[in-house]
């Protein structure tokens, strides 16, 4: 199989995911300051944690040619991935020291924490159905938004938001990672056991996408 | 430090967990069935998560007295109260296999990986530190409701539940568990790093116990 | 593919491992005291990690029928086989805390390490595939020895462990544990990326195996 | 307590690990060139694993801080470390594929799953108590070679790995390791329970490093 099939047996998770009201508000600049301030810090956090699962991944690789490909991920992650979040929160006085202070919430807990259990529980393949989600997702919303007319791009505060996960960095990396991603699954059959064991992950990882898009939300009436 | 020192470091997470609304509706009987029907399915995925737990302080520990002091609960959790669960959902006809394929809710998944990777992550300590807010909060919470008389227990539908929680059975067996805890926590002093590190596990664990209970009332609203 | 086909795959190794000078003794009742009691030392801590090693299958099942499945092996190891060495220990004065306390050699840290980690890289195939060449062998062992009318059975110091590997208890457990295997194995063709792997892991298991014999041996030259 | 402490905890050991007979044929340029080739290749599989351990190092670390300390060690491990070993190899035809395809010796997989399992079971200082024998033991041989006036250094085929373990470079960036072990120790008592488990993983580990020369004098007679 390949990861399209992933996403094809969870068609409704996955829209709910892409399209979440999170995602349409960035897109029409209409999301409110403290929900997006919300999202930057626990997304900060997430992304601590996510370097752990690609850390993991090296762990978990049987090939030098594998570890090598998941080594990448964890540098930029604790690199420029982390600084460019730091740099945003820095408009509101937050330092590094105070993100990493943070409580994490429930959203950022469930995701993050499914993600390195899935891993460490079944193996490479397990965890990077886990980590597909995330990469995956967040680039088809990326072009999506681009792509769509109907983006606000000139008069929105969040439009480096969109240029950044619609931009051909974000999409490059991303496509390299999905044909690694494609590669291993190859040989599984999605009907298999083991096949209804991958979509599992992938659709369960994909629900903890949406919990995480929704308590940026929910921070306003809490 | 004790047990008790982890408490008094987050007074005000213990009480929105002990004391939370789904608690006090559970203890007047006014909770309604859809919630406790919820909760019941999502604790039944809980408790397969918490035996995986258990196991995992098997493989954590270091000597054959605490491996052996593991073991029981896995036994328990995979056997009886698996079991219980299996028995009460059994009154709307569902089966183990039902409850199985049940998904897991965002707060059955934020506590349950919360513990495993916080006990994978550190020592046999962090994940004992991780699994104590549930065992040592529900003897807490089932001493309180028979205690309280104000708690309705002629015409309650849950009093099997406020039974098995306050009876010395339960209780016994997390007294045992607490003083093994106890015991883990005496070399350990709470300002050093290592019980900062401790207190910021219990207290993340207890936060998501809270999203645990929140997620059987949301249910009528979703 | 099945278990034998793991075998079939490392016929020179499996040889080597079953037919090994240190069993070949033991059959006939010539091995030196101090080899015996070294290897027994060992086995018990072996044991213990091997404990350790059921309980990460329990940690790595993902249903509650392969939980429950890996249970009664913990259970067994920790209680029964543990104390079976002890008591044969006994008769030089040796207790429990005593063989706990003795250094691991380095076939018995090879061995049971390789298993451990081979579990946790993989999924609970990969760790079953390390584990198997043990109670697979043994069992094929104790066979051997009991229908190879050349073996020394009325005047052997080592008579009981023939007794007890070829016994039936043992036989039985072996034979229920390889049709878990092989259930686990069904889907896989030994050709694939995924069965080449497998192979590696049951090979390397089985290499160290053979370490471990030895070092029972050379205990006499150091 | 410091790192001193934990080798003052062995001495026995320490030595015997420090100033094996292959150490010493190493300094007089007598060891034999097999004896040499085994362990290159053993160190190359060794280095692969030694990278899988140092990326747990990132994945069990609770701080940004302790997650970049590790990055570096992965890196250089999966580029220049590895490296060095194909291109010496290459001498003999050997390419990297050819190193990554060789059999794991008995003492390789003792010392480096014994390092992944210490790390796994325990958290961050166990497996930097297990990871410290090799950096901060080969530094002190490379450091103990170099000052030692009856080390051959004019006509020794082995001369390229005194320059590389006792030169600068290697003993700096040792030097870095061990003010980060000794500042993750600090807090610990070599005499509560905990030191003395860290001691019990640093002593276990050395052992293993024993093992790892002497197999590769062993070459010789099998």
Aim: aromatic share 10%.
């Amino acid at each position: 199989m390949k990861h399209q099939d992933l996403i094809n047996a969870c068609r409704g998770d996955w829209a709910a995911y892409t399209q979440h009201e999170f995602v349409q508000q960035l897109a029409q600049g209409t999301l409110a300051q403290p929900s997006y301030l919300h999202y930057l810090k626990q997304d900060f956090l997430f992304l601590k944690q996510y370097a752990r699962a690609y850390a993991l991944a090296i762990y978990k690789a049987r090939t030098l040619a594998d570890m090598r490909k998941a080594l990448p991920s964890v540098h930029a992650l604790l690199d420029s991935e982390i600084a460019h979040h730091v740099n945003y929160c820095g408009n509101w006085g937050l330092t590094e020291a105070d993100l990493e202070a943070e409580d994490e919430d429930f959203g950022t807990v469930a995701y993050t924490r499914y993600v390195l259990d899935a891993g460490m529980q079944g193996d490479l393949v397990d965890l990077y159905a886990a980590l597909a989600p995330c990469s995956i997702g967040y680039a088809e919303i990326g072009r999506n938004l681009i792509a769509d007319s109907s983006t606000n791009r000139q008069d929105n505060p969040f439009d480096s938001w969109i240029a950044l996960y619609g931009g051909d960095e974000f999409q490059h990396g991303v496509a390299l990672g999905t044909a690694h991603i494609d590669q291993l699954l190859a040989d599984i059959d999605i009907n298999s056991q083991r096949g209804r064991e991958l979509v599992k992950v992938f659709r369960t990882a994909t629900r903890m996408e949406i919990a995480f898009w929704q308590q940026g939300l929910d921070v306003l009436s809490s």
